[in-house]
């Protein structure tokens, strides 16, 4: 192997870190919402530049809010088969190399989302990133009760993306950030379910029960996801798109009540793995089909 060859190794073994680090592919999922709640804003139509930036800054602030979870948690990372190769918590990384990224990225993402849209959607973008890194990653040792916390930070990203199209905290954007916040409820407590054993040994408590995976917690995943059939309806009622959209948001809530109901009865991890795969396909199908609306109805 040449010299060269070797220091382009270091240099793709050092940059996939970093997109570990940033909890890149789920990153994506985060900036996507942020973009496409934007492109949802009233009088906001497709600017590429635009978008590029929001989608920059989007990747950066959630990229920093990641690298501090790491940070916090690289003992428990290490414990865990999932998240033991981890950049942080394999050694691979310092906590001082991963600290300074973190910091750097907030400051730029901030100063990019604040000067070119608005300094409204970067002070939430900052709230968020408070609220994931410092109260959030701490809290899932001690309750449950971080899930909700979570879900806050989880669903802020349309809230900013439509904030950064307005600079206004308007129903709109609220209505965005219900779908995305009650969303997460299913979504994370089926991952929590396949994931359970990982997540006791690390000591996270992240199951609406103590015990674990049982009725309970499938009973509370049906009640989070039967929340999300009104609430999909309020785009609508909100004129941000048509009847087009509002009946495949609805037939995408209703496929994730039946998938929890299953849950409940089946009560096994497969059934769990059905909600965890079935809301990854819903968040881009009823965002897209909201944006979709929109612009035919222009």
Excluded at 13 to 19: G, N, W
Aim: hydrophobic share 55%.
């Amino acid at each position: 192997m040449t010299e060269q060859q070797s220091v382009w190794g270091v240099i793709r073994e050092k940059f996939r870190d970093y997109l570990l680090l940033i909890k890149f592919t789920l990153n994506l999922t985060v900036v996507f919402s942020s973009v496409i709640s934007y492109l949802l804003a009233p009088n906001v139509t497709f600017n590429l530049l635009s978008v590029l930036l929001l989608f920059i800054s989007g990747l950066l602030i959630t990229g920093s809010a990641n690298a501090i979870n790491q940070i916090t948690e690289k003992e428990t990372d290490a414990m865990m088969k999932r998240t033991a190769k981890r950049p942080v918590a394999s050694g691979r990384m310092s906590v001082t190399e991963a600290t300074g990224f973190a910091g750097i990225a907030a400051v730029a993402g901030t100063l990019i989302i604040g000067y070119w849209f608005n300094w409204t959607a970067a002070l939430l973008s900052l709230f968020s990133l408070f609220l994931y890194g410092f109260i959030y990653t701490p809290l899932k040792r001690v309750h449950s009760i971080s899930v909700l916390i979570g879900a806050i930070p989880g669903a802020l990203p349309c809230l900013i993306g439509w904030v950064a199209g307005t600079d206004e905290m308007s129903m709109g954007g609220w209505a965005l950030f219900a779908i995305q916040f009650f969303w997460q409820f299913p979504h994370f407590w089926a991952i929590a379910w396949v994931a359970h054993k990982d997540y006791m040994r690390a000591g996270f408590k992240l199951m609406p029960s103590d015990a674990g995976p049982t009725k309970y917690s499938a009973i509370q995943a049906i009640i989070y996801s039967v929340f999300m059939v009104p609430v999909g309806v309020l785009p609508y009622l909100l004129h941000m798109s048509g009847w087009i959209s509002m009946i495949i948001v609805l037939m995408a809530n209703l496929v994730m009540v039946w998938q929890c109901v299953r849950l409940y009865q089946e009560m096994n991890v497969q059934a769990a793995r059905r909600v965890m795969f079935g809301s990854y396909i819903y968040l881009p199908v009823v965002l897209l089909s909201l944006l979709t609306d929109k612009i035919a109805g222009v």
